[in-house]
């Protein structure tokens, strides 16, 4: 199984912050890596899949990058709305696999 | 409007069996694979399994942990896709949730869109 570390764990910032979150791949997975967005009590929410692909509705705030191993989301200016649990997933083979979250809190 | 809405949630004794139905709207479902997924109080997404559709025959998948007591199966007529369990014990106390792969042909890029809202499973004596 392809296991998704994500780093950190957890990371406080304020409004209008530039944050970075990382992902990492045990193996190669190319630009199979989606993110996804989740506030408590609520579903998780599509952001950016294949590496770098905004999914339509998401603000453009959102960003990512990376191919390999190396994955990185980035919120530019961060809003009140984005304090969440953000995961990313490799779609590059079965069982897909999540990493383990990273809390963005506010600061 | 794409939708999924999961049922069937509840709370169930350990040993017992329980079925959660996702019914889907607002899009072709026989097109696209169907994934389950949970997520126990305070952890992470954990994908549990998946079907695919019924052009590529229909095929399943688990994850290891679920495997032979779990099982997913779709019926396209109605639009719904279901998650069998069995032999359930207390650690399969979770949110499960219901999603839709969408996949990128050629290359078979795939992520999870949309979510349903998550039904509560609770394995309780």
């Known amino acids: 199984d392809i296991q998704m570390t994500q780093s950190p764990s957890s990371l406080s910032a304020s409004v209008g912050d530039r944050v970075t979150f990382t992902c990492r791949a045990s193996?190669?997975?190319?630009?199979?890596l989606n993110w996804y967005q989740q506030k408590p009590g609520k579903a998780p929410k599509l952001l950016i899949y294949a590496a770098s692909s905004l999914q339509s509705g998401v603000p453009s705030r959102f960003s990512g990058s990376g191919s390999g191993t190396d994955f990185t989301l980035t919120i530019s200016s961060l809003q009140p709305e984005d304090f969440a649990t953000y995961y990313c997933?490799?779609?590059?083979?079965?069982?897909?696999?999540f990493g383990q979250g990273t809390k963005l809190e506010i600061k | 409007e794409v939708q999924l809405v999961e049922s069937g949630g509840g709370l169930v004794q350990p040993g017992r069996s329980l079925r959660l139905s996702c019914t889907a709207s607002?899009?072709?479902?026989?097109?696209?694979?169907m994934s389950w997924v949970r997520q126990a109080p305070g952890k992470g997404l954990k994908w549990l399994g998946s079907?695919?559709?019924?052009?590529?025959?229909?095929?399943?998948e688990y994850a290891a942990s679920v495997k032979g007591r779990f099982a997913i199966s779709r019926d396209d007529s109605k639009s719904i896709a279901y998650l069998q369990m069995n032999s359930l014990n207390t650690e399969d106390t979770a949110v499960y949730y219901c999603?839709?792969?969408?996949?990128?042909?050629?290359?078979?890029?795939?992520?999870?869109?949309?979510w349903g809202q998550g039904t509560l499973v609770t394995v309780a004596s």
């Open positions: 607002g899009f072709t479902f026989g097109d696209y694979p």
């Open positions: 193996q190669s997975i190319s630009s199979y």
């Open positions: 079907i695919g559709s019924a052009a590529l025959g229909g095929t399943t």
């Open positions: 999603t839709r792969e969408v996949v990128l042909v050629p290359a078979a890029i795939g992520w999870f869109d949309p």
């Open positions: 997933q490799q779609s590059y083979s079965t069982p897909r696999t």
